[in-house]
């Protein structure tokens, strides 16, 4: 199904009069192919997404938790996080609406990793790699799971929540009072199309920006440069992913073009992904907020975590 945007990519080179077998026609091909790709892809399925998005709220979460084992709520908050397309700060006032609502600390802490870690945009974006972008989204939902549900399972086991630095205001989402059926499905498809194009024109310019960066990489840069300085030979490529993408701060959206680029350039999966995880869930901007809800002390425990759990995880996926 996804041939389609490489035959139109096809077409449109050969009217621009260039070919695959230059540096700019192969830098070009990646752009128009990915461009429309993404765009496509993005808005069909968070439209999708948005529909469920709609019916969320903390007290909803809280009573489905009730008289269900701890583990399945670990699941149930990574789920959600999966399915809620937030960013690492916007994810922050709907954790702390968790714990308002009376929902445990740990599945809290598995809502508030798996949110920007397992972005739903980013397996979106990946899963147009075709068959092989199948394989990396899997990994990258598996990983960003077992992460999650982890730091959840730690969290409640060594309650940690005595190191919070202050009470948790609450926060209730807005819900629609439409009166019949037919209204309520009006009112989700209207909400999830405003949604969905809202997102994705919040996102075209990061999008964009990214696909530029990558088709340049694509085009320009040899492959030997990637594989000589993250190549599965050097030792030091994951943590030094995990740690250099800790003061960047950028949209999942701009950074998976550039994740695609490296896969394809030969970098190792764990690598790439680590790279891309680190930006997305260390970022200077939510540590800056969780500083307002975490003592000094749970904050550094939280960073280092994450970065523990993202080197082990990209070694692992490297040897596999």
């Not at 041939?3 to 026609?25: C, R, S």
């Not at 990258?140 to 205001?169: C, M, Q």
């Not at 009166?179 to 309520?184: A, T």
């Not at 999942?252 to 994740?259: D, F, K, M, N, S």
């Amino acid at each position: 199904m996804l041939e389609i945007f490489t035959h139109f990519a096809d077409w449109a080179i050969l009217h621009m009069g260039v070919t695959k077998e230059t540096h700019l026609g192969s830098a070009v091909h990646f752009f128009i192919e990915d461009s429309t790709k993404i765009f496509v892809l993005l808005y069909v399925l968070i439209f999708v997404i948005s529909l469920f998005r709609s019916r969320l709220s903390p007290e909803r979460v809280r009573d489905y938790l009730s008289g269900k084992s701890r583990w399945s709520g670990y699941f149930l908050a990574v789920f959600l996080g999966v399915v809620t397309p937030f960013c690492s700060c916007s994810s922050i006032p709907l954790f702390m609406g968790f714990l308002s609502a009376g929902v445990p600390f740990g599945v809290s802490v598995a809502f508030l990793i798996s949110s920007p870690l397992i972005s739903e945009i980013a397996a979106i974006m990946l899963l147009g790699m075709g068959s092989f972008g199948v394989y990396i989204v899997s990994i990258y939902i598996i990983s960003g799971t077992i992460i999650s549900v982890l730091a959840g399972y730690l969290a409640d086991k060594f309650h940690i929540e005595r190191y919070l630095a202050l009470n948790i205001p609450k926060t209730t989402p807005s819900v629609c009072a439409c009166s019949s059926m037919k209204e309520k499905a009006v009112a989700l498809i209207k909400y999830a199309h405003a949604f969905s194009w809202d997102l994705v024109k919040s996102l075209y310019i990061y999008i964009l920006i990214g696909l530029t960066v990558g088709a340049y990489m694509h085009g320009y840069i040899p492959q030997e440069l990637f594989v000589k300085y993250m190549g599965a030979e050097n030792v030091w490529a994951v943590p030094f992913a995990a740690i250099v993408g800790i003061p960047i701060y950028a949209s999942q959206a701009g950074i998976v073009p550039l994740v695609q680029v490296l896969l394809m350039k030969g970098v190792p999966v764990g690598t790439a992904l680590v790279a891309f995880m680190s930006i997305a869930t260390i970022s200077l901007p939510e540590m800056m907020m969780l500083k307002k809800v975490f003592s000094t002390k749970l904050l550094m425990i939280f960073i280092g975590y994450l970065l523990a759990a993202f080197i082990v995880t990209g070694y692992l996926l490297n040897l596999m």
